[in-house]
Every structure is written in structure tokens, then in C-alpha cells.
């Protein structure tokens, strides 16, 4: 299979069948998948493909799908189809930065013609980060993991050493801190980048199907096992495997997970056939492992299997000089995100939020900044506790008190220009103006602060 191909997702078989078979004929390598889920296991940010999807979709839908991969990646082009005619549905889809949008009925030819030009343009993406590679300017590594701190340079020298040797690696790191960023970051610099990144998350296997899940498994194998399934460690061959929270693996599999560690071979349930695995494992954890061997729940031979190379993602505790740095990146990423204007942050907000605890980490700080981008205010829960949490609320309500009233200034007084930059409703604006005391006729007095 070609790399630069088209990974289609669509919950409708037969709708899967026409279209990829359009699309062949026009000499388009094309995978289907039948739900999103398991479209994103196959992206990444070396990923050289597209994605085709349909928007109405039962679990994962088609816009959710954009914004996850768009979190992966978000120069990855996403086409999305609809047969529902959803003009407004349409324009949040190019808000949220999708390369193109069809509706259904469409022609082959047409379909083709937008994934040809999609399929041109990541492949000029690909190109242009490694020539800016070899060109010996800055890789996107610090871009993911910004910091200037020297816990974070120790750790993207270290995440770069590992990356190039292929070995098995457990990251280690609090909730929040972007364990996952430097797993994605890990594979991508490896030399399996043009192979899929499996992610499974360990605490959310269904016990009764977890082995199934992980090893495929024959016909007959159990109850309800109609047709014969690739499990998720045979789908990633050649590429790797995360393991998210390995600590919730079920102590009774963690023997056949140390084999397949050893030895490189699984075998599906209900087989005694050896399957050759070419895999490489990254396992995440936020709980001391050792302190887990300690207490009976994880296996000492797995853990010092594991911890052959250890990377240790440091919580913002430990690295509080790039909060403000952080934050500030944080700002610009959802002002793209959400289709807004740059903000100009206060200065003394950013002091302010650099004096914070955030023990949600680098994910909590995220959504502060989402926001504070969308012009809604800080709830208590989204304020860490610690001294002067309440100036900074205070701060926060008085940036967004400005931002509405330069706004009512900037629309003279009319209100749905208004809310509609803002991306907000009416009642919404009508409640913070009635909150911070504005009027739409202060839009014609000198007086708005």
C-alpha cells in the first residue's frame, strides 16, 4: 500500500464500497474504516495521507474527528461529507479548519479532483518540514513541547537520544502533563514515523474483552465471535504501540504482555498460531511504578522490562518559569482553534497566571486559555487554589469587560455584529453587559472602560 493514501470513514458499508471504488479508478489508494475511532490510530504527524469522512456518524462524529486530528496535527487535510444540505454546519466545519466540504450526491470525479489537490498539498507540508529539518533550523519537537526551563531542554535532548535508538520506552509524568505529546513526538522523529501510532488506552479496556481486544482473536473463540479480528497489537505491525496508563493493565495479563516484550510474537485467542510482531512499545504512567511493584499490583520483571529508557515529563510545579510562555502559545493555538482574532494579554494577567499551582498541568492551562479566548468567564472550579486566585478572576472579568466594550465601540452600539465576532449568543451578551454595567449606548461616549 502506497503511504500518501486515503483513509475513508464512513458507517454506511455499501456508501464505503461505492466510494472507494470510485476513488480507485482514479488511481487513489483508498483504506475504509467504519468508524472514526479507529481512523485516528492511523494519524500522526508524519502521516502522509488524507482523510475523507462523513460528518453523521453514530459515537464519534465527523467534526469531532476534525478536531482531534487537528490536535495530532493540523495541517493533516480533513474532507467532510454531508447529505443533510447544512449550510451553517458547513461554515463551522471551515471555521474549524477543514481542507473542503461535500454534500451528498457527489461524482467520483469531483471527489477525486479534491483529494488529488488534498493528497498535493500534505505531501508539500511533509517536504517543507524536512527540508526546514535539514536545513538545520528548529524542529517542531520544541514547538510541541515549549519551554526554556532546563527540565524541559533536558527532556527533548533526551526524547531526541531515545527517539533515534527505537528502544522501548516508559514515559513517566503527572495527569495533565503531556505524556501523550511526547509519545506522538517520540514515534514521529523514529524511524517507524510512516507507520501507524496504536494508542490504547489501559483504563479503559472492557475487562471481559480485553485480550480480545489486544490480540485479535478466531471464529469460535468465545461466545459471539462470528468472524475471525485483528487485535490492536497485530493492526500496528511495523509501527508503535502506546500504552496508555499501563499501571491498569490487569495484573493476570501483564505475564502474556511481558512475552510479547520479550519474545515479539502474539497469538490470537482461540489459535495456536505465532504471529511475528515488529513493533515498538511506549508506555505512559502516572502513577510511581515502582511504588505499584512495591504494594502486589505490577509486575517487577515488567516494569524493569520497561524501564530500559525512561523519559520524565515534568508537572508545571517543576517548571513554573514557562508558564507564561506556555500560556501565551496556549492563547495564540485556540484564537487559530476557534477562528478568532489574536488577544493581547495583559501583562499582568500573564503574572498573574504564572503565580498559579495549575495541578491539572499543562491540560488545565489549556483551558484556561480556551476561555479566555472565548470570552467566557473563569469559573471557580477553573482556578487553582492558591493565593490571589480571586485577583485573578477579578483580572479576567475586567479583559473581558474591555473586550465587549471595544466591541459595542467598533459595531457602534449594534449588537449582533457583536456577539457573532465574539462567538457567542445574544442572551449570552446581553447577560455580560448587564453583568459589567455596558450599554450599547456607551458605544457613543468616551467612557467605556
Not at 213 to 220: A, D, I, P, Q, R
Not at 420 to 444: C, H, N, P, V, W
Request: charged share 30%; proline share 4%.
Amino acid at each position: 500500500m502506497s503511504d500518501a493514501r486515503v483513509l475513508l470513514c464512513d458507517d454506511e458499508e455499501e456508501m464505503r464500497r461505492s466510494t472507494t471504488q470510485a476513488l480507485e479508478l482514479f488511481g487513489l489508494d483508498v483504506e475504509t474504516f467504519s468508524s472514526a475511532e479507529h481512523v485516528l490510530e492511523l494519524i500522526g504527524y508524519s502521516f502522509s495521507g488524507i482523510v475523507i469522512s462523513d460528518i453523521r456518524m453514530p459515537g464519534m462524529d465527523g467534526m469531532t474527528l476534525l478536531q482531534r486530528i487537528r490536535e495530532v496535527d493540523a495541517e493533516i487535510p480533513v474532507i467532510l461529507v454531508t447529505g443533510h444540505g447544512d449550510v451553517q454546519l458547513a461554515v463551522k466545519a471551515m471555521r474549524e479548519g477543514v481542507y473542503d466540504f461535500l454534500e451528498k450526491p457527489f461524482t467520483a470525479e469531483h471527489l477525486a479532483a479534491i483529494a488529488r489537490r488534498a493528497l498535493d498539498r500534505r505531501s508539500l507540508v511533509l517536504e517543507n518540514r524536512r527540508l526546514r529539518a535539514v536545513a538545520g533550523k528548529r524542529d517542531d519537537i520544541e514547538a510541541r513541547l515549549p519551554g526554556r526551563t532546563q527540565a524541559m531542554v533536558d527532556l527533548r535532548y533526551r526524547l531526541r537520544a531515545i527517539g533515534a535508538s527505537d528502544a522501548d520506552t516508559l514515559i513517566i509524568g503527572e495527569t495533565g502533563v503531556g505524556k501523550e505529546v511526547v509519545a506522538r513526538a517520540l514515534h514521529d522523529i523514529s524511524i517507524r514515523a510512516d507507520r501507524p501510532l496504536v494508542a490504547i488506552n489501559c483504563a479503559a479496556l472492557p475487562e471481559n474483552l480485553i485480550e480480545s481486544e489486544l490480540f485479535g482473536h478466531e471464529v469460535g473463540a468465545f461466545p459471539g465471535a462470528l468472524r475471525p479480528r485483528y487485535g490492536k497489537f497485530e493492526h500496528a505491525r511495523g509501527g508503535t504501540i502506546l500504552l496508555d496508563e499501563i499501571g491498569s493493565l490487569p495484573y493476570d495479563l501483564q505475564a502474556r504482555f511481558l512475552r510479547v516484550l520479550q519474545e515479539r510474537v502474539i497469538s490470537r485467542l482461540g489459535s495456536n498460531e505465532i504471529v511475528p510482531l515488529d513493533v515498538r512499545f511506549i508506555a505512559t504512567s502516572k502513577a510511581d511504578l515502582e511504588a505499584e511493584v512495591a504494594a502486589g499490583r505490577f509486575r517487577a520483571d515488567l516494569y524493569y522490562r520497561l524501564n530500559v529508557a525512561t523519559l520524565r515529563v515534568p508537572s508545571l510545579a517543576q517548571r513554573k518559569a514557562d508558564i507564561p510562555l506556555l500560556f501565551l502559545q496556549l492563547v495564540r493555538e485556540a484564537s487559530a482553534r476557534y477562528a478568532r482574532n489574536d488577544i493581547d494579554v495583559p501583562p499582568d494577567l500573564v503574572a498573574e497566571i504564572a503565580e498559579q499551582s495549575w495541578p491539572g498541568n499543562v491540560r488545565e492551562l489549556r483551558n484556561a486559555a480556551d476561555r479566555l479566548v472565548l470570552g467566557l468567564d473563569l469559573k471557580p472550579e477553573d482556578i487553582p487554589a492558591a493565593s490571589g486566585s480571586q485577583r485573578l478572576a477579578e483580572k479576567v472579568a475586567a479583559f473581558e469587560r474591555g473586550v465587549i466594550a471595544s466591541a459595542l465601540a467598533a459595531h457602534g452600539g449594534s449588537l449582533r455584529p457583536v456577539y457573532e465576532m465574539l462567538g457567542i449568543s445574544r442572551k449570552t451578551l446581553y447577560e455580560k453587559m448587564q453583568r459589567y454595567g455596558l450599554d450599547k449606548k456607551m458605544a457613543f461616549t468616551d467612557d467605556l472602560s
